[in-house]
T-cell receptor
Framework: GAVVSQHPSWVICKSGTSVKIECRSL??????MFWYRQFPKQSLMLMAT?????????EQGVEKDKFLINHASLTLSTLTVTSAHPEDSSFYIC?????????FGSGTRLTVV | KNEVEQSPQNLTAQEGEFITINCSYS?????LHWLQQHPGGGIVSLFM???GKKKHGRLIATINIQEKHSSLHITASHPRDSAVYIC???????FGTGTRLQVFP
């Protein structure tokens, strides 16, 4: 089946640094990828929709300058958390729609200290 | 009020029990999804429904478009079914808050 590979699975970084999270579609082309954030014991929230070759679409309340999304190829989308702060600590996960349904990455647990 | 509501929030069962998780939504949808999230965070897509019923192994998902309601059933539950089950609706993915299921031996 269709697989989305997400890397890294966890990362700890210092406050003020930037962290890049990658999602790759392994056996299909993904013109669109979705990025979500999940705080402990809360539901997944869509942050942005990443479109290959064009600008991402951000949901209301998500700072586009803080959460940089790049979708430069049909198989790779990246989310960079810039100038990370402890309140950015969360679980970040991506997904794509290969044909039928959604395929999710394994998620990245970000801890900012 | 959330656009996608799930019940119950938490569910505990003995191995072998029949389990039902409910999802109600208040928006127009093109499809409804049932997802399973394991303790480590990884998410698996279980079903995508736009009408009727689907079955995969011990899992059955139904949807009633008129009533804006879906159910996920697990027959002969097993401890490995312990996870958070999430209902989500599209076009724009809107997630329910999830149902935390624990199945004890």
């Amino acid at each position: 089946g269709a697989v989305v590979s997400q890397h890294p699975s966890w990362v700890i970084c210092k406050s003020g640094t930037s962290v890049k999270i990658e999602c790759r579609s392994l056996d299909f082309q993904a013109t669109t990828m979705f990025w979500y954030r999940q705080f402990p014991k809360q539901s997944l929230m869509l942050m942005a929709t990443s479109n290959e070759g064009s600008k991402a679409t951000y949901e209301q309340g998500v700072e586009k300058d803080k959460f940089l999304i790049n979708h430069a190829s049909l198989t790779l989308s990246t989310l960079t958390v810039t100038s990370a702060h402890p309140e950015d600590s969360s679980f970040y996960i991506c997904s794509a729609r290969p044909a039928d349904g959604y395929t999710f990455g394994s998620g990245t647990r970000l801890t900012v200290v | 009020k959330n656009e996608v509501e799930q019940s119950p929030q938490n569910l505990t069962a003995q191995e072998g029990e029949f389990i039902t998780i409910n999802c109600s939504y208040s928006v127009g949808i093109s499809a409804l999804h049932w997802l399973q999230q394991h303790p480590g965070g990884g998410i698996v897509s279980l079903f995508m429904l736009s009408s009727g019923k689907k079955k995969h192994g011990r899992l059955i998902a139904t949807i009633n478009i008129q009533e804006k309601h879906s159910s996920l059933h697990i027959t002969a539950s097993h401890p490995r079914d312990s996870a958070v089950y999430i209902c989500a609706v599209t076009d724009k993915l809107i997630f329910g808050t999830g149902t935390r299921l624990q199945v004890f031996p």
